[in-house]
């Protein structure tokens, strides 16, 4: 017991019932309510960006995110084996457009725009977000070159759209910089042709990336000189047949 | 007159006396003037435009007048001494504090009905009459919570505070639950137990995000059931806090 306190023996019996009815009541109340859920075709028109800044009240990293929360709070529900499939892309594109706007620097849209809305099984859908990353990829080519090396995969693997992957490739070789960008990233095209079996382009612009000299890592050179080596047998192979 | 009467009415007459009245007019002008700027850098539903501004902006700007309101006078009451002296009188401490209680709720009353007076000229007023009913029962529950702040604290700086934290958090904590139970997160034990904070949390908190909404104003009066709810789930939470404010001011040694 604090000083300035009385005992609890004080406190009249009518006012300790009065509080335990009224805290019962109120948890009741509280429990019998259903916890709020959001449903995949609730989710309302994207504000501008100009918008979101404003409300952000001068901190607009922090409410890009919580944005990004609030977004990603729409779907059909756990335990849905398809989630995001019924979502109204057009509306999740633009929020995703107005929270990238508002903290350019934030990776997070795209990373969700790549990993989680791209995956869903809907190739209408997956090429909406594989759009938005590359629109928002040209933008900022040495920053967002994951998101759309993703994108040029998904567009390979899962839409099996070989043009699409390579013209998403081409981009990542040609904007992008960046010295720290890997090996795999940079030779994405190439790899692409070769499915595509446009053995000739392969071999030019693998012969171009050794000529260029940017390559400085002997390891790395020396396994696109491999590279290269193995696709002028298969194009001499091809020419005697 | 009953004695939890007369101290409502005195709690009246000091409100009435104070700045409260010209801070009023002075919310009642701004939000005019604000919703009437704005309106006019809209391109549509110029109309819808002011109801929901002015209706944010007097609903929030009531519940911090109302609040500073309270806390100050709890305060300064405490500090000149004149909490003694109307203990003194044959007052038991409950009448004392329902009776302040009751006085703030009127305050709380005229502050909600000058605020619905200037939603007439955008919403129809059956709209109106429910949003200002919802707003009176929502200072009523703001009176009680700043009163028990107050009362507990002794400071005007922490219950105004604490009153605010409580205020943004009871408004918000509906959207902090579904940010909880977002589909990306992940079902570790720690997002497990972040969730069961939250619920836990929110079971101690009315849910002010379902009282006074701006669209009753702009798509029309809610339904008798919605309104009941929210109404109801305002009074219950005002009488915990009522219960819990006299719970600790009967343990007060005064």
Not at chain 2, 86 to 100: D, E, F, I, V
Request: glycine share 6%; net charge positive.
């Amino acid at each position: 017991m604090r000083a300035g306190e009385r005992p609890l023996a004080a406190v009249p019996g009518w006012l300790w019932a009065a509080l335990a009815a009224s805290l019962a009541a109120q948890v009741a109340l509280r429990s019998l309510s259903a916890p709020p859920a959001a449903a995949a075709a609730d989710l309302p028109p994207a504000p501008r960006a100009a918008a979101l800044r404003a409300a952000s009240l001068g901190e607009p990293a922090s409410a890009a995110r919580l944005a990004m929360l609030y977004v990603q709070a729409f779907d059909l529900g756990a335990g849905n084996a398809l989630p995001y499939r019924r979502l109204d892309y057009g509306r999740l594109r633009a929020w995703l457009r107005a929270i990238l706007d508002t903290d350019p620097r934030s990776s997070y849209p795209l990373f969700a725009a790549a990993r989680v809305y791209a995956e869903v099984d809907d190739p209408a859908r997956a090429r909406v977000m594989l759009e938005f990353i590359h629109e928002a990829y040209l933008e900022a080519p040495n920053r967002r070159w994951p998101a759309l090396a993703h994108a040029a995969l998904l567009a390979k693997h899962r839409l099996r759209d070989l043009p699409l992957a390579r013209r998403y490739a081409a981009d990542l070789q040609r904007l992008t910089a960046d010295p720290d960008v890997p090996l795999w990233a940079k030779q994405m095209e190439i790899f692409i042709l070769e499915d595509m079996n446009e053995l000739e382009a392969a071999r030019i612009m693998l012969g171009g990336m050794l000529a260029s000299g940017h390559l400085r890592d002997p390891g790395e050179r020396r396994f696109l000189k491999e590279r290269l080596d193995e696709l002028e047998r298969r194009l001499a192979s091809e020419r005697q047949r | 007159m009953l004695p939890v009467l007369l101290l409502a009415r005195s709690t009246l007459l000091e409100a009435r006396r104070s700045g409260l009245p010209w801070l009023a007019l002075g919310l009642l002008a701004a939000a005019l003037g604000l919703a009437a700027f704005l309106s006019q850098v809209a391109v549509t539903e110029s109309r819808e435009f002011q109801a929901a501004f002015a209706a944010a902006l007097l609903r929030a700007g009531a519940a911090f007048l109302l609040a500073a309101h309270v806390a100050a006078s709890v305060v300064r009451e405490a500090n000149d001494k004149v909490l003694e002296l109307a203990l003194a009188l044959p007052l038991s401490r409950s009448q004392y504090w329902l009776g302040k209680l009751c006085g703030y709720a009127a305050v709380g009353l005229a502050l909600a009905a000058a605020c619905a007076l200037p939603m007439l000229l955008w919403a129809a007023p059956g709209s109106v009459a429910l949003w200002g009913a919802s707003l009176a029962f929502e200072l009523l529950l703001l009176g009680a919570a700043t009163l028990f702040f107050a009362v507990t604290l002794a400071s005007v700086v922490s219950a105004i505070a604490a009153t605010a934290g409580f205020y943004l958090l009871a408004r918000s904590i509906a959207a902090i639950q579904l940010l909880a139970r977002g589909p990306l997160a992940e079902e570790t034990w720690t997002q497990v137990v972040a969730r069961g904070a939250v619920d836990a949390v929110a079971l101690l908190l009315p849910r002010l995000d379902q009282a006074t909404r701006s669209d009753w104003l702009l798509y029309g009066s809610p339904a008798a059931a919605e309104f009941g709810a929210a109404v109801g789930s305002l009074l219950v939470y005002t009488a915990l806090l009522a219960a819990a404010g006299l719970f600790d001011f009967n343990r007060r040694n005064l």
